[in-house]
């Protein structure tokens, strides 16, 4: 979590870095700072707690000038929310900016007498600290002696105070991206905030120093020796970092899915079959597997389990999905027969990245889903397949959860043919229907007042039950994350059968239930449950395949009709449903869509 930006170069980099600090608002947005070099090598800070735009207006109050510069937004680990505790931290002739966590900063900071000496609550200024300590004019060796007391992750922009104009930049596992732009270079923690700047940027690898210049970038390993960057190229376009006329990125980027599916999904089919030669993926990945493990967390943990049902029933693959965050410390058992696909939007989840270490350990084949390219995660995976779901700003996952599904749809057509459980004409035809998820999704966004309209009657609510069977089970769960994490509304997704098992007990005539029913083999037991909530007086908000037949006697609170797709790939539509009714309960609600208390977009420690 935590943004970072630099700037070096010909123009005033205040400018350049709130601007970017805006874009990497989504990292977090406890506090926000600011730390220009000027042309004598001193540096002056800004910093304040909230939001970028308070931090704007906190610059334009004390004018700072200068063409060199540092920037972070935070979301708060070590040490409370307070200006203090606000980078860049300044100590002695260093300032840093620091994405990531410093495990050993107590026994640091007792190590070199700091206690006394230190401003804030972080661990992020003992850093600063130490490499003070080291600093006697050779920000080489003050680095590497640093790096080298430092245990946990981290991404530092450092300016020296008497080296001006240049920015040094080290990391170990948390991410910087580093851009060369017109007279100048810049550092970010991801390349969307290098976009209007630049498309060519490379990843710092870790344990080597970049340093930034007007000039250019410098690139050394640990021993001083320079070194090669790999470069990139943006694959998106700016503008579709940009809201679009939409008021919020999460509205957006929910209208833009059945696009995005369809730039996920075509590439993959070649002569009508799912196919995943444009991905360098051997079909020997799938046939040679006993099992498969899906690794990831929030959101892309939600996908997996629609990619479990799925290769479980068509594939019959043992399949087990597991939070990332677990994976590790419950000795997972996986083995050279094992394929763990990791799932992500930002691949910098460290969680999941360490997972993909774990299962690499242990010998196992390893398949990222990763959105954004050359991230921690698809670098760390022996393959991986990119979703093109282009830039997601929202904190709230959507159009990457849904072009995650459409890559699980892929590898269980592609799988369940190499694997003999399809022929080539069921392949085929397992391909086609997915080809229709964009237009079955479109017919949903097509009529989103529909939804606001609905979503009025859980605007009150305290709680919200949501029930389904199976794959309705499996995007329920995604569907009360999405009201929960936008709408503070509690909420909890059943399996039907198991409420009765305890839970039911809190339902009363005060508890919406919202119940999705789209598989026919499970609709008449489905309608069974529901009826059992209606008689305890819970209005029930109902999405339903249209071909289902409707009991209209019962007291619906509302009925949306979803377009009918082949059973399997009813979630599409139905996600889609979901996800517009959290996003016009928080609308309703006057919250921060985009931003909800507490979170961050890419959450980057344990
Ligand atoms: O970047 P990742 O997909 O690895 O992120 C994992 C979760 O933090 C993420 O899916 C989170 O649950 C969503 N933002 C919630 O909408």
Not at 10 to 32: F, H, N, P, Q, T
Not at 92 to 97: M, Q
Not at 155 to 172: K, Q, W
Not at 218 to 238: C, F, K, R
Request: proline letters at 3%; glycine letters at 8%.
């Amino acid at each position: 979590m935590c943004g970072i930006i630099g700037y070096t170069g010909g123009k005033e980099a205040e400018g350049i870095i709130v601007d970017g600090l805006e874009i990497l608002e989504y990292r977090g947005y406890d506090s926000a700072g600011i730390a220009v070099s000027q042309k004598d090598g001193s540096v002056q800070i800004r910093k304040c707690v909230g939001r970028v735009r308070d931090l704007r207006s906190l610059c334009r109050k004390g004018e700072i000038q200068g063409t060199c510069g540092i920037g972070h937004t935070r979301w708060a680990t070590h040490g409370g929310v307070c200006d203090a505790n606000a980078h860049p931290h300044r100590f002695g002739k260093v300032t840093v900016v620091h994405n990531g966590i410093i495990e050993n900063y107590r026994g640091l900071a007792k190590k070199y007498n700091l206690q006394d000496r230190l401003r804030s609550q972080t661990d992020s200024e003992v850093a600063a600290a130490v490499l003070a300590h080291f600093y006697n004019g050779d920000p080489f060796a003050a680095i590497r002696k640093t790096v080298l007391k430092l245990k946990g992750t981290f991404a530092f922009g450092i300016l020296f105070e008497d080296i001006s104009e240049a920015i040094f930049a080290v990391r170990n596992v948390s991410p910087i991206v580093i851009g060369q732009v017109q007279e100048g270079s810049m550092l970010a923690s991801d390349v969307t905030a290098l976009g209007q700047y630049t498309k060519e940027y490379f990843v710092l690898p870790e344990f080597h120093v970049a340093v930034l210049k007007k000039e250019g970038v410098e690139l050394y390993d640990m021993s001083g020796e320079p070194a090669e960057p790999e470069w990139m190229t943006v694959s998106w376009d700016v503008d579709k970092s940009s809201k679009g006329g939409y008021p919020f990125y999460m509205e957006k980027e929910i209208m833009e899915q059945p696009q995005v599916i369809a730039e996920t999904v075509q590439p993959r089919i070649c002569g009508g079959m799912p196919d995943f030669g444009v991905d360098g993926i051997p079909d020997n990945l799938f046939e040679d597997c006993k099992r498969i493990c899906v690794v990831a967390c929030g959101t892309a943990m939600h996908a997996g389990l629609v990619g479990k049902a799925l290769m479980q029933s068509l594939v019959r693959i043992h399949m087990d999905v597991e939070l990332a965050s677990e994976f590790m410390y419950t000795d997972a058992i996986v083995d050279e027969e094992t394929l763990v696909i990791a799932i992500s939007q930002s691949g910098e989840t460290i969680d999941t990245l360490e997972a993909v270490k774990y299962a690499k350990k242990n010998s196992a084949k390893t398949l990222a889903i990763v959105n954004v390219r050359g991230a921690s995660v698809a670098r760390a995976s022996d393959y991986v397949i990119y979703t093109n779901a282009g830039p997601e700003i929202a904190v709230a996952s959507t159009k990457a959860y849904t072009t995650q599904l459409a890559v699980l749809y892929l590898l269980t057509g592609r799988m369940a043919y190499v694997r003999g459980s399809f022929g080539e004409t069921e392949a085929k035809s397992f391909a086609s229907q997915l080809l229709l998820a964009p237009e079955a999704m479109q017919q949903v966004l097509d009529r989103k007042e529909e939804i606001h309209y609905i979503a009025r009657s859980i605007l009150n609510a305290k709680d919200v039950f949501m029930m389904g069977r199976g794959l309705d089970y499996s995007i329920l769960l995604e569907g009360s994350l999405k009201l929960k994490e936008i709408s503070y509304i509690h909420s909890e997704a059943y399996a039907s059968g198991e409420l009765k098992h305890g839970t039911i007990a809190l339902i009363t005539e005060d508890t919406p239930v919202v119940a999705v029913v789209t598989q026919s083999k499970l609709q008449s037991k489905e309608f069974s449950n529901i009826k059992e909530v209606q008689s305890r007086g819970a209005g029930v908000i109902l999405f339903m395949k249209e071909t289902f037949e409707l009991d209209k006697e019962a007291a619906w609170e509302s009925v949306f009709q979803l377009p009918a797709m082949e059973d399997s790939f009813m979630v599409m539509p139905a996600s889609a449903a979901l996800q517009l009714l959290a996003y016009y309960v928080s609308l309703d609600k006057g919250l921060d869509v985009d931003k909800p208390r507490n979170l961050a977009k890419v959450v980057t420690v344990e």
